[in-house]
């Protein structure tokens, strides 16, 4: 069945976006199915809470807030900066020691860029503090070969169930492995259904806690998941996203042409479609300085 995000201006529909869709139920059925969900995605970012596993599986130490920013995409606020100086400060590094390359953070005001401000900062400054824990080398992290990459591709292919189809360089230069959206969804439904005190459910709370430290105060992720208790939603680029609520329920949607505007309608039509009730209204077009319209998701 196709599936598209339709953005209507004053009753006209001015653009379509196609998109993908999967979800399983809480017995782990699948549910709704829309599109390719079974061949090779880029999840990008939405494969962080993976990485932070394969990382606590090596030995890193972190817990609560510090975890979920290192399972985030931030948005570069202080306390964002504030926590990965922790984490490299734990590990006894700087930040010219962070892989990443420079970047603005999302408020505008800040008019110069740094590694410590590009949203996957957290991310590499984990990798780093399990580097240390490990004693492998700091310099070439993000080498494919290197040990701790190794051990995440280990945990990505455990979790999906599939073997990695092809691997790339993410936006922040880590690898990227591909993997499909229905191995994904395998993988998020390991998190809340784990064992207390597991990795995996450490991962989930810190997640579902400290939602802003793994996006932003004023980002539609954080908004998600402080709307719908229990909710881990993790958010890539190119308009991918995976989400898992407590009872092993979780989505997974892709835009087709990667626009971002697209992926929240799409997040929330998957929610709705396992019986959430998601108290969010429709994102608007604006016309004016009004709205003239919304994003609405349409199948056919």
């Known amino acids: 069945m196709s599936l598209v995000v339709e953005v209507v201006r004053s009753g006209f529909v001015e653009s379509r976006h196609q998109a993908r869709m999967l979800t399983f139920d809480a017995d782990g059925r699948p549910g709704e199915t829309h599109g390719a969900v ?25 817990d609560g807030e510090l975890l979920a920013l290192a399972c985030g995409s931030h948005a570069g606020e202080p306390y964002h900066v504030d926590g990965v100086r922790k984490i490299l400060a734990g590990a006894g590094l700087e930040e010219p020691a962070l892989g990443c390359p420079e970047d ?55 979790l999906t169930g599939e073997r990695v189809a ?4 993410d936006g922040c230069g880590a690898p990227l492995f591909f993997v499909s959206m229905v191995g994904v969804a395998r993988a998020f439904r390991a ?21 802003e430290w793994t996006s932003g105060t004023g980002r539609m992720e ?49 929610l709705r479609a396992l019986g959430v009730d998601v108290d969010l209204p429709a994102t608007p077009v604006m016309g004016g300085g009004r709205q003239v319209g919304e994003l609405r998701v349409s199948a056919s």
């Open 104 to 158: 603005y953070p999302e408020d505008r005001a800040v008019t110069e860029r740094s590694r410590i401000l590009m949203n996957c900062s957290g991310k590499h400054a984990a990798m780093l503090a399990t580097c240390v824990v490990n004693d492998w080398p700091v310099t070439g992290y993000l080498d494919p070969a290197h040990p701790l990459q190794r051990a995440i591709r280990a945990t990505v292919e455990e």
């Open 191 to 211: 998190f809340p259904l784990a064992g207390e005190g597991s990795f995996e459910r450490r991962i989930y709370q810190a997640m579902t806690a400290h939602p």
């Open 166 to 169: 092809a691997s790339g360089v």
């Open 38 to 62: 079974h061949v090779p995605a880029s999840p990008r970012s939405s494969m962080k809470p993976l990485q932070a596993l394969g990382m606590l599986r090596a030995g890193l130490r972190l």
């Open 222 to 270: 954080a908004t998600l998941m402080r709307a719908v208790p229990g909710l881990m939603l993790k958010a890539g680029a190119e308009a991918f996203e995976a989400f898992a609520l407590a009872d092993g329920r979780v989505g997974v949607v892709k835009v087709e042409d990667g626009s971002r505007r697209a992926r929240t309608p799409l997040t929330v039509a998957a």
